[in-house]
């Protein structure tokens, strides 16, 4: 049996596989507070001195330090990681511009995007989130025949673009207006804190349901 279908096979319900499948991806503690550090490292430092190039130079170093650590304590580097290749896609912006509020702008890009391709995926009845579950299963397309599984699909997508489009919302009109501490503050409310929340939302939608693992 194929690792994958090895692994669904050990869950009684989708439910509870993709309650697993989201509790990992959140990183557990420390994932959450390495991923916010690089934007409370900028935000502050900028809003303290207004220099863009000291901002974005130590934001970076102190992001590099726990990759560092990671690596020396051979932990899981995924999440710093992403959060390193973040601060640096920001930095290229930022750095081309010379404006600190374009420090925030990737962000809004990927987040606009995201949004976009959850609703598109939405509209035509293919749920982003069911081909997570066809991936975890083994059956990329198998799920989209059962329609009680896709009605919930169509409902764990809506609460995965939710977050990114109040995100675009809030960012766009203080990138709009130039205000570079709002922003970095928004962008730190309305990271992990909204992500656990949305987790929740999740958990407790999951916890409502009993769709049985295709075998």
């Not at 987040?111 to 982003?128: E, K, T």
Request: with cysteine.
């Amino acid at each position: 049996m194929p690792d994958h279908q090895a692994q669904a096979a050990s869950f009684e319900t989708v439910e509870h596989l993709v309650r697993s499948k989201l509790a990992e991806a959140l990183g557990g503690r420390r994932g959450i507070v390495e991923s916010a550090v690089p934007t409370i490292a900028f935000t502050v430092l900028y809003v303290a001195t207004h220099d863009l190039r000291l901002a974005l130079t130590v934001s970076i170093a102190i992001t590099v330090g726990l990759l560092i650590v990671r690596l020396v304590q051979r932990s899981t580097v995924q999440f710093i990681v992403n959060a390193l290749f973040g601060i640096g896609i920001a930095a290229v912006f930022a750095s081309r511009s010379g404006e600190a509020r374009d420090v925030f702008l990737p962000g809004i890009l990927y987040n606009a995007g995201y949004a976009a391709l959850f609703i598109f995926s939405i509209v035509v009845r293919w749920p982003a989130v069911g081909f997570m579950i066809g991936g975890i299963t083994g059956e990329p397309t198998e799920w989209h025949r059962d329609k009680a599984l896709v009605r919930l699909c169509t409902k764990l997508t809506w609460l995965f673009a939710l977050p990114c489009i109040l995100r675009v919302l809030v960012y766009y009109p203080l990138y709009a207006g130039d205000h570079v501490a709002l922003l970095g503050t928004a962008k730190i409310v309305l990271g992990w804190p909204l992500q656990l929340a949305t987790f929740a939302a999740m958990a407790w939608l999951l916890s409502r349901n009993r769709t049985p693992v295709a075998s």
